[in-house]
């Protein structure tokens, strides 16, 4: 069962098996190759003396399917990448907290734990931390990819 469909007018965002990304638009797809056409724009000031920006070149790249180490989708791209930095933050802040807190308590020689109000700070520092590696692992860039795979159908009518 198809998880997304590409042709040639859609934009694509992928990674090579390389490690480039690549954004472009699909001019065509022919002969196991992919042909992206990138545009080079440039800035200009119209005649309401407002900045604009224009298309100055097009260029075509082709690439074969099997280099096509992963396909970046929205919700891969975007929202993984984000929720796995808040994540890595999250852990740092929580845990480092939780951390300073009890080295500080015993070399001042109080009970770092013990009291109410640094009991309940420690608890929330460590919750912070906990779901911040929980976000941390659920949402790692570098499990994209790996339960899709990329199929190339040949759709050309052979004339006899």
Not at 76 to 102: D, K, M, P
Request: zero cysteines.
């Amino acid at each position: 069962m198809p998880v997304k469909n590409y042709y040639a007018g859609v934009n694509i965002s992928f990674v090579s098996t390389d490690g480039r990304r690549y954004d472009a638009l699909i001019h065509k797809i022919a002969n196991d190759s992919i042909y992206l056409r990138y545009f080079t724009t440039a800035p200009y000031t119209n005649i309401f003396g407002t900045v604009s920006y224009d298309t100055v070149t097009t260029y075509i790249l082709q690439l074969h399917y099997k280099g096509i180490k992963y396909i970046n989708t929205p919700k891969s791209s975007y929202r993984n990448h984000y929720l796995g930095e808040l994540g890595r933050y999250a852990a740092i802040g929580g845990l480092g907290y939780t951390v300073l807190n009890i080295v500080n308590g015993l070399i001042e020689k109080a009970d770092p734990l013990l009291d109410n109000r640094n009991a309940r700070n420690v608890a929330i520092a460590t919750g912070v931390g906990g779901a911040g590696l929980f976000l941390n692992r659920k949402f790692k860039s570098a499990r994209k990819g790996n339960r899709y795979k990329i199929v190339y159908v040949n759709m050309s009518v052979d004339k006899p």
